[in-house]
T-cell receptor, first 112, second 118 residues
Framework: KQEVTQIPAALSVPEGENLVLNCSFT??????LQWFRQDPGKGLTSLLL?????REQTSGRLNASLDKSSGRSTLYIAASQPGDSATYLC???????????FGAGTRLTVKP | DTGVSQDPRHKITKRGQNVTFRCDPI?????LYWYRQTLGQGPEFLTY????????KSRLLSDRFSAERPKGSFSTLEIQRTEQGDSAMYLC????????????????FGPGTRLLVL
């Protein structure tokens, strides 16, 4: 059974700092990995999707990497801003079904 | 069409009552998913549809839960005889899959329906 773990569970940084969020998964037989953002009481917004054949994806100040063999992904946020404060979730889609598995998320606070 | 919509946004009910939630996906999307999310946890997959066919159901989906997508557009999720443990956020997502096989496309999520069972 695929298990997804995110470390740290919570992170507080001053504005302008670069930061890294970590995601690990136990089964490397994945089709893709996605990073989502969730604001309190709201739905999820997809940030980046990395196919299993890819190593990284970039969007603006965000860069996500994938090392499928070691079961790890990182989300790098450059020059953090207070508007980046949210919970960040990673999710893996398995090869053989559509049961996407999520981590519990990292709650990020960026202080002005 | 600006995205996935869900109705109601909040529902408070008494234990034992039945509740029904609705999800309207992005209009051209053929796949629709239901998830449940409890506080401090990531969403858990419940079920998904391709067009009107329900293709997968999680073991989390007990016999008190039923989902439909009768015309391949909107979907409903009904919970019968609600229990306090059903209290959670119920999220709907949709995606577009243009060929056979496993979906590898981005899922777009709605704002969720928050259920509280008293």
């Amino acid at each position: 059974k695929q298990e997804v773990t995110q470390i740290p569970a919570a992170l507080s940084v001053p504005e302008g700092e670069n930061l890294v969020l970590n995601c690990s998964f136990t089964d490397s037989a994945i089709y893709n990995l996605q990073w989502f953002r969730q604001d309190p009481g709201k739905g999820l917004t997809s940030l980046l999707l990395i196919q299993s054949s890819q190593r990284e994806q970039t969007s603006g100040r965000l860069n996500a990497s994938l090392d499928k063999s070691s079961g790890r992904s990182t989300l790098y946020i450059a020059a953090s801003q207070p508007g980046d404060s949210a919970t960040y979730l990673c999710a893996v889609s398995p090869l053989y079904n559509n049961d996407m598995r999520f981590g519990a998320g990292t709650r990020l606070t960026v202080k002005p | 069409d600006t995205g996935v919509s869900q109705d109601p946004r909040h529902k408070i009910t008494k234990r034992g009552q039945n509740v029904t939630f609705r999800c309207d996906p992005i209009s051209e999307h053929n796949r629709l998913y239901w998830y449940r999310q409890t506080l401090g946890q990531g969403p858990e997959f419940l079920t998904y549809f391709q067009n009107e066919a329900q293709l997968e159901k999680s073991r989390l989906l007990s016999d008190r839960f039923s989902a439909e997508r009768p015309k391949g557009s909107f979907s409903t999720l009904e919970i019968q005889r609600t229990e306090q443990g059903d209290s959670a956020m119920y999220l709907c997502a949709s995606s577009l899959k243009t060929s056979g096989g496993i979906n590898q496309e981005t899922q777009y999520f709605g704002p969720g329906t928050r259920l509280l069972v008293l």
